[in-house]
């Protein structure tokens, strides 16, 4: 007897799994349509269906006046976005950003917090832990789900800098106090009620933008992080890759003058206005502004800005034959400024110049590579 | 009736698939483990093997005392490997290379054929057929597919210089002339009566690296070519990566001194015996001799050309991470003098320096290659 009523439950379970399946992919289905997919009986599907719309994972959206059930348009279901939400972090050293999204992936918040550089580790976990606490209680107690504190989650993803390994343990971080070592995701998950994952900055970043960024339906891509320190993220056949100790993407120690190129902005900056202190990346942007004011010396500083950056990208972008090199981070608002140069200097090195964009994303690149990891998550543990 | 008759044989071919498929991965079997491990009854399993054994592709290996037929010992079969044979071919400026083996991938025989640089591409084509016709003929009556020729070989890997795309054309190559544009996996196809697979040399050498040379068992691999040409070959997740025009692996123009490492090795050469004239190979290995012999000129010559190389290694090796590089080509006989200073080198710059190693496979990694990839394409085309 046992046997036979866990049988029957764990078909019920796979029967639900695969019209929930269906309806996430589907725009919208009716009965009919939903048992043919699921290979089920109509009565089955009809039952399935009511135990969806009783726990909110599915609702009605409408007739189908093409099919009829007994001389009445067919109702139509589709699945619920709104069943559940994730959010995705990402760890900075002056800011946290969280963006919670529904299943579907539509953003439905923001959240950002002020940190400081030399925060301690603990305080700094503390802080991203009531983040996600004050995102879930900002979502309001609309749905469903509602009422279980950062539980609600479907899952939480996390970007963080550094070399981090497969089970999301902080390898190795200059950036951050405290970091190197740590077992970040062990961590939050022991602090947040929901399914953590952590993951590298750069492997989200170039995750978000083949999710909803410049590099949609791309497999091969080079993305370079700008911004105080450069870094690269590498999809591969349409992956990001880790590579052997999670570590790709690092540039580390490089021989020559290759990726040194902060010079050429910091020196303009000091010229022009000596008594103002600024970060490599503001001088980049200073330069942007003066240069796009029409200064020329501002021009020709930009240009060899930029073709520094492209020599330090020909070494990879030889090796590797990508079809898009994205330029990421703070300074992608460089915008044309830095790709056109770079474009010139890879259209006259390369085999098969591939094509040079600006991200859109620019830094929230991070989070929303944040938000896809937890999305994945959610997908993985709802319907499988 | 024929509907039912072409059901009967597609279900003969299925099982004769799957029992052949399993002896090739056993090391032998009794008819009960090929009729359990093909799910099959036991007279199927032996009717099976009885024409397998006819038509040469199993053979009787001894008896199984442990397992017992009506009081006699089972009979135990095994894959006949010579059943088929394969031929991997290496094109090169001044060398055809080709290798047979086996389709348990034993090397049966080798052939060479010295060709010219100058070589039109339709009298280098016509001289690998040749070489493929001269292999099969040399691999003698002896097997039960003999007699057809060069169409004895269950497939053809041949490897060559330069931009190959997915269907075998050669899209660019500076090394031979008339080979840019080459149809010619579609041209050798032509002429030669057994499937033909063309790949890019790197791609291939890699692959054979992976396969029988020092990078078994590895996922991720930076190869580097040596020669009087320097280029890559990487291996991801366990597989040589095409990159998105099948140009992976290319150096191209680089910036710098990067790569340029030659002019310490000729310098050498040149100032020690002025008269005599060498590629820039030969005065590589001019300076591993006198260095293995002690002139201590020549030792700091050959740490200067490898610290060079090493700083052109670096910048791939640390955006990718692999586990391993590989250091291959006509120059891995330099052995220690090179993969000393490159494993040096990377561990003072690299977070994860991976372990430098010289290929044992040489020049000959190629054939190797092409050799695994004919194996490859036999294996899908016998058992699948």
Sequence with gaps: MRQQSGDASLLRRLNTAAILRHLRGAESATFAELAKAARVSRPTAEAVVEELLAEGWAEECGEDSAERQRGRPAKRFRFRASAGHVVGVSIGAYRLFAMVADLGGRVVATHRMAVYPE??????????????????????????????????????????????????????????????????????SRMIPAPVLVENDMRLAVLAEHWRGVAVGRRDVVYLFTGNRMSLGLLIDGVPYRGSHGASGEL?????????????????????????????????????????????????????????????????????????????????????????PIQAYLNRVCLYPPEVVASRLGVESIVVGALKLALNNADKLLFS
Tied chains: 1, 2.
């Design 252 to 340: 580390g120690e490089q021989p020559g003058g290759l990726w040194k190129v902060w010079s050429h902005v910091v020196d303009y900056a000091m010229s022009v206005e000596p008594g103002e202190l600024r970060s490599p990346g503001q001088a980049a942007e200073f330069a942007f502004t003066r240069a796009l004011e029409g200064d020329p010396r501002a021009v020709k500083t930009v240009e060899a800005f930029a073709t520094g950056l492209a020599e330090g990208l020909v070494t990879v972008v030889n090796p590797l034959d990508p079809e898009m090199v994205v330029i990421g981070g703070a300074l992608s608002r460089g915008g044309e400024l830095l790709t056109g």
């Design 119 to 188: 925060m301690p580790a603990d305080e700094r976990m503390a802080a991203i832990v009531g983040l996600v606490e004050q995102a879930a209680t900002d979502l309001g107690d609309a749905d469903a789900l509602a009422g279980r504190g950062a539980g609600r989650f479907a899952a939480v993803g996390v970007g963080t800098t550094g070399v981090v390994d497969a089970r999301g343990r902080v390898v190795k971080s200059i950036a951050l106090p405290g970091w190197t070592g740590l077992e970040l995701q062990a961590e939050l």
